[in-house]
Nanobody
Framework: EVQLQASGGGSVQVGGSLRLSCAAP????????IGWFRQAPGKEREGVSC????????WYDDSVKGRFTISSDNAKNTVYLQMNSLKPEDTAVYYC?????????????????WGQGTQVTVSS
């Protein structure tokens, strides 16, 4: 069974940074769309960012634009989410998801492969 592995979460103070990693063994990133999602306590899971292999295009939710950056290292089959200027409202469990496609999406229904989450906690 091919699995995704999200890591890099932790606890930081407001304004701090974290880099999440999504290891995707078995998913050639030149034809796999990768998305990052998060779920805060009591809330629905929401799309944060995604990267399309077709042209490297990216998408960000408005709440993270200018603060988060998604990137991929195809040689390592790993996608990163650099999170800067973190806010308490960024506190959530973060998940990565993959779909064999030339595109990506911020909608979770697009993806059929999910990794376990990694907790991000931002304290003031």
């Amino acid at each position: 069974e091919v699995q995704l592995q999200a890591s890099g979460g932790g606890s930081v103070q407001v304004g701090g940074s974290l880099r999440l990693s999504c290891a995707a063994p078995g998913f050639p990133l030149d034809d796999t769309g990768i998305g990052w999602f998060r779920q805060a306590p009591g809330k629905e899971r929401e799309g944060v960012s995604c990267i399309s292999p077709r042209d490297g295009s990216t998408w960000y939710d408005d709440s993270v634009k200018g603060r988060f950056t998604i990137s991929s290292d195809n040689a390592k089959n790993t996608v990163y989410l650099q999170m800067n200027s973190l806010k308490p409202e960024d506190t959530a469990v973060y998940y990565c998801a993959a779909e064999r496609s030339y595109y990506c999406s911020g909608h979770e229904s697009f993806y059929s492969n999910w990794g376990q989450g990694t907790q991000v906690t931002v304290s003031s």
